[in-house]
Each structure stands twice: as C-alpha cells, then as structure tokens.
C-alpha cells in the first residue's frame, strides 16, 4: 500500500493512536488518528462491494466495519493491542423508547441491545482488542468533530451545524468550536426530523430511502415550489434554534410513485417544493447559529443534510458566514472519522485539519503493473498519462481515470473516476447510459482553481463537490454536458499543490479543445460502490463502451490500441 506510518524512534514519546468506528445505521466505515492526524479513513462498502455497507435496519446494527478496520491498522503499520481506544459513534446509555420519541420502530430496541454490545463484538471483529478501550460517541458529537475538527483553521471560533435523520434522540446539533472544545447550543429532539422528512420523499418518489436522496434534489430542479406555502406551514421553525415538523399527507400532493416507474410533472413539483422549504429552514437554522455563537465567521457542516449542495449553495451565498466548510464525507461514514478525533482530544491530542478525502487504498506503481499482468491486458506507459488521458477525452473518448488513494465519502474527486468531454450535449446521456442512470441525473464538472471565476459563480474554492455554482451565460452553450437544466454545475475545484495529476490533465484538455472543464463522475455503475481495487477498475472497463483506462501511469486502450507492454 501507498502509506504506512513510520515508527517511533528512541526518546520519542509514544504516538497516541484512535480508531473510529460507525456502524450503527448505515455506511459503516472505519477511520484512522495518530496523535490528532487523519491516517487512514474508508468505507466498508469498497471493501464489501455492497453499496452502503449494509440497509439501515436494527437487524444490521450488529455488522462491523470489519474490512475497512482492519485495512485501516495495517496500512498503517498499527496493531490492534497497541490502539489506545477505540471510538464508537452512538452512545446507547443516551437511547430512549422509540415510542416514546414518537418513531414508528419497534425493533430499534434491538438496535440499541446491539450498540451497548458493540465492545464485545468489536474485540471478536479485532482480536487482541479489549473491549475496555472502546468508548461510545454521541451520534451527533461524531458528526460535529468532523466537520469542526477536520475543518481549515478558520482563526477563530468555529460555529458547527449537523443535520440528519436521528441520532440517538435527536436529529440536530447546533454548536460552536472554541480552542478545539464544543459547546453545544442546542439540539433539536426526535420524532421532528429533516433528514427523516426528505426520506419520506424520496421513499414515497420510487427511490431507495437513506440512499437516493440526491436522485430527489435533482428532480426539485424540474419542477415548481408549488406547495411551498404549505410546507410553510408543516416545516416550521423555533426561536430556540430548533424545527418543528408535522406530518405531511404526501399523497395528496402526488400520487405515490413506484420504484423505476415514470415520473410526472406531479413528483417534480413535489420535489422542488419540498427541496425549497428544505433550504429556507436550512438558512434560518444557520443564521440562528451565527447569532448563538457570537458571531462566528465560519461554519462547518456534517450529517446526510450536508449533502444536499443545492441547500449548501444556498446558505453559502445567503447566510451571514465568511465561509462554509462541509465534511466530504458528510453522511454516517464521516463519523467513524469525527468518533477518533472527538476522542483523541479527550485523551489529549489536537487534530490536524484534513489536508484532503484521498484517505482510502492506494497501490503503488509496481503492484498496479503486476495486477495488469496478472489479468493479461495490453497496457502500455505513456511519457504522460495525463496527457494520453486529454487526447482520449478532445476525441470525445470516455476514460476510467484510477488514480493514487481513493476517497473517503460519495464523491468521486478525481481518483476513482468516470471522465468526459462537457462540450457534446449528447455526453449527459451517454454518461446516465453508461453507468445505467435516470437520465435527469446531471452530471458534474472538474475545472482548475484558476479558470474557476472565468466560468462559474458561486463557492471558491471548492475541492469537494458539495456545493452548486452558476454556470455563466457565456459558457453555458460551450460546456452543455455539465450545465444543469436550471443553469447550474456541482463544481470541483482542482488545485495544483494538492492534484497536480488532474491540473496536468485540464490544462492539457484546454489546450487541445479550449475548454477548461472536464466532465468528472464516479467510477461505477448504478446500484454498485465506487470500484476500490485495480481489478474492479479492470472489470468496469471490460463491461463497459470506456475508450481508455488510465491505471496509475498505465494506459489500456479500447481494442488493445496505442502498443504493447
């Protein structure tokens, strides 16, 4: 593997080392911090190949993010004995009756059981481990810590915004971060839920709840708010900072869709409707938070919500921040990561902001060479295969772009990647038929940091994807694959220090074709995990019309073109 932590030299003290762990709800995943630096983080899903980990039951609160753990400790060269603890991302002494918060689970008992056992089963997942170690996180704490520690430093006061389905016995945190400590400001109780409200629409659309959330927020922009004064209505929030959410009829403003059946004007309009109030409440939330803390100039974000970039922009050009930092793995997975460094400060460590969500596998550039051997492929290694890679996509070829660590989160950001010409308006559909997508998905482009201002507005920079920018009226016709139907693009910004690889290939692109923007999706296909390991990379690419797979410095051309080994 690519990292591998040094060991400790004579005199040195001894490195303070945390892994963190979700597992409670979905995504499970696993995360690595030696004395406060994010080391390893991955999620089980990569590992497995079952998208999510797992569904998000009380009969799956027992599986443990075994694979991803143990990657996690031998990348970096730790034993399981010498971890100083390990983080669980839910605190069970915090639970309550699920009726009495008003939820329609009558298993979550079990999920409950499940978690208090969570030490148990953790030393059978990790033998050698002693369950003494392990200590329970507050869901929402977890979530907090990753976005308010993982964070830039902002030079002063965090403010800290978490927002998802539920937690314990709440689906919101407000907070600030103060010399690395949280003070919470407030919490909003269940059953009042935003994350539970916009499952409910996307289960009542056809779609997979805690999954296909995002297939909604591009629906939204297909339709009108029209019921937005009702929501107005049922979405309401307090003056203590919190929400209040009642219970929507959602048949009576459309009829309930059936998984892959068509949708209608109806659902669109719904959508929208329900994706407006989402990103009013959002705002008012956030502007209560600012005033809370006294004014603080940034705001970090976490939880399922967080992902909802339209929401994001939103705040981001209507809140009172300077600036707005989301954690690109903002959903559950994000909170093995905030678990560790939530701990590692209690026990003394101060965390090291992310210097990026590359935190997954990587293979070296002879272990990939032996996989391309062993599978018996043609390859050949270009002087650059950034290079290779641009001439493929000016010719409006398709590249399966592999490249250093993957990434920790639902964003492909250019390492485990599916890339395209933007200037082709026939591109969108053919990337949706490629990876077997609703053809009202959009498609997203990556752009270099310094080309950003001449063709997009909106959020810089942003390296994770996770808000939407307008897309100038100049440029709308010249990059028509990226342009929503609404104007907009969810941009990732390339910056040269930190993607120098994904920089070469741009400028490159640029001075092929004259656009500075390169279609940029996840390398998968629908229902399946972003490919993790060389060999599903090979897979991808011999199931599907890809014209280049790029491998490292390795090229495999379609047809076993461009020379031999």
Known sequence: MIYRLGGEGEGTDPAMRVLGINAIFHDPAAALVVDGQVVAAAEEERFSRRKHGKRPVPFSAWELPELSAAWCLSSAGVDVDSLD????????????????????????????????????????????????????????????????????????????????????????????????????????????????????????????????????????????????????????????????????????????????????????????????????????????????????????????????CVANARLAADGPYRDVWVQPAAGDSGTALGAALHVAGALGDRATPMSGADLGRGWSVEELEAELRRAALPYFRPDSIAAEAARVLADNGIVAWYQGRSEYGPRALGHRSLLAHPGDPATTARMNDVKGREQFRPIAPMVRAERFADIFDGVFPSRYMLFVHRVKPEWRDRIPAVTHVDGTARVQTVHTDTEPLVAELLAEFERLTGLPVVVNTSLNTA???????????????????????????????????GGGR
């Not at 964070?151 to 937690?167: E, N």
């Not at 999954?211 to 307090?238: F, I, N």
């Open 85 to 308: 603890a390990v983080a669980y991302s839910f605190d069970p002494g915090l639970c309550r009756d699920a009726a009495d918060l008003g939820l329609a689970d009558p298993w979550d008992w079990l999920r409950v059981d499940y978690a208090r056992r969570a030490p148990q089963f953790l030393a059978a997942a990790l033998p050698g481990l002693d369950p003494e170690k392990v200590r329970f996180v507050p869901h929402h704490v977890a979530h907090a810590a990753s976005a308010g520690l993982a964070a830039p430093p902002a030079g002063d006061d965090t403010a800290v915004l978490v927002l998802d389905g539920r937690g314990e016995v709440a689906s919101h945190l407000a907070g600030v971060y103060r010399d690395g400590e949280l003070s919470p400001l407030y919490s909003q109780e269940l059953p009042h839920s935003l994350g539970l409200l916009y499952e409910d629409l996307t289960r009542h659309l056809g779609f997979l709840h805690s999954s296909d959330e995002y297939k909604v927020m591009a629906l939204a922009s297909y339709g009108r708010p029209k019921h937005l004064g009702l929501l107005r209505e049922l979405v309401r929030v307090t003056d203590a900072g919190g929400f209040h959410v009642d219970r929507i009829d959602w048949a009576s403003l459309a009829k309930a869709a059936e998984p892959g059946a068509e949708l209608t004007e109806d659902h669109a309009d719904l959508a929208a409707s329900v994706q407006a109030r989402l990103e009013e409440v959002v705002l008012d939330l956030a502007r209560w938070l600012y005033d809370a803390s006294g004014g603080a100039s940034t705001l970090a974000m976490a939880g399922g919500v967080a992902l909802n």
């Open 527 to 561: 229902g399946r995990p972003m490919v993790d390991t060389p060999r599903e990379a090979m897979e991808l690419f011999g199931s599907a019309p890809v014209e280049l797979l790029a491998l490292g410095p390795f090229a495999v051309r379609r047809g076993a073109l």
